[in-house]
């Protein structure tokens, strides 16, 4: 499996000064945040997911499930983009 640690890339907005990307390896952008803090819940919640953790898990906040969600999603697509198609004869 590829590395899914996230980067946190700046991109701020005017009235959003504090607004960061979140990337996987290869600068692929799969979210943007508020703020640092947004930022550190979802990149916790992100990790969780990769880890298997469950996403029901009590005193979870918002940005941490959505973290979750990214990930979850993210990893569906990697294994539907390695599955091969049977050829048929």
């Not at 979750?68 to 091969?84: F, P």
Request: aromatic fraction near 6%; avoid cysteine.
């Amino acid at each position: 499996m590829p590395d899914l640690t996230l980067t946190r890339v700046p991109a701020p907005l005017p009235g959003q000064p504090e607004r960061v990307g979140l990337a996987v390896l290869g600068g692929v952008i799969v979210a943007h945040v508020a703020s640092a803090h947004s930022a550190a819940l979802f990149e916790a919640g992100w990790q969780a997911r990769t880890e298997e953790q469950r996403r029901n898990q009590p005193g979870t906040l918002r940005q941490w499930r959505r973290g979750w969600d990214h990930a979850n999603t993210y990893l569906a697509h990697l294994v539907t983009a390695q599955v091969r198609w049977p050829v048929s004869a």
